[in-house]
């Protein structure tokens, strides 16, 4: 249930941003899992596993791309004002990963399509580890610009 977070302590506006990073972590996450298993199907080996050292590695690397792929075009059109925004609400110490994970949570709550758009780059995302897993296997057909069916039914 939205804003039932156990830490009553805080404000509202803090615990949407918290509800926020929660929501935009499992959806990360899901993304980012899902280009993992793509690439371990591709080359022929088992579904990663959360214990595997190598594993968390490549995970932890697919999400940061795919953090910055999505900072990179989310912010490519925001005007002067909310990139000023945007800056105030980035401004907190932290790691690498922190960072890009708070611009996620402050471009979540300043644009109103946000989670359209995360849709959109995620597709593109899954879709470009699709066509390199294709290009990888020598497939120059050229299907990489085929819909949505006709690469679900195998045709174009």
Same mark, same amino acid.
């Given at each position: 249930?939205?804003f039932?977070?156990p830490?009553?302590?805080h404000?509202?506006s803090?615990?949407?941003?918290?509800?926020?990073?929660?929501r935009?972590?499992?959806?990360v996450?899901f993304?980012?899992l899902?280009?993992?298993?793509?690439?371990r199907?591709r080359?022929?080996?088992p579904?990663?596993?959360?214990d595997?050292?190598?594993?968390?590695?490549?995970?932890?690397a697919?999400?940061?791309?795919?953090?910055t792929?999505?900072?990179?075009d989310?912010?490519?059109t925001?005007?002067?004002?909310?990139?000023?925004?945007?800056?105030?609400?980035?401004?907190a110490?932290?790691d690498a990963?922190?960072?890009l994970?708070?611009t996620q949570?402050a471009?979540?709550r300043l644009?109103p399509?946000?989670?359209?758009?995360f849709?959109a780059?995620?597709?593109r995302?899954?879709?470009g580890?699709?066509?390199?897993r294709?290009?990888a296997? $020598?497939d120059?057909s050229?299907?990489? $610009?085929r819909?949505l069916?006709g690469?679900?039914? $195998?045709?174009?």
């Amino acid at each position: 249930m939205p804003f039932r977070h156990p830490d009553r302590t805080h404000d509202l506006s803090t615990r949407i941003d918290m509800e926020v990073r929660e929501r935009l972590e499992e959806a990360v996450d899901f993304v980012c899992l899902e280009a993992l298993v793509q690439e371990r199907r591709r080359r022929g080996l088992p579904p990663p596993a959360a214990d595997n050292h190598t594993d968390r590695r490549d995970y932890l690397a697919k999400v940061s791309a795919f953090l910055t792929l999505l900072e990179r075009d989310l912010t490519a059109t925001l005007t002067a004002d909310q990139r000023e925004r945007l800056g105030a609400a980035t401004a907190a110490p932290g790691d690498a990963e922190t960072k890009l994970v708070s611009t996620q949570v402050a471009l979540a709550r300043l644009l109103p399509d946000y989670w359209q758009r995360f849709e959109a780059v995620s597709a593109r995302y899954l879709d470009g580890a699709t066509a390199q897993r294709e290009r990888a296997a $020598g497939d120059d057909s050229g299907r990489e $610009g085929r819909g949505l069916l006709g690469r679900l039914f $195998g045709r174009g």
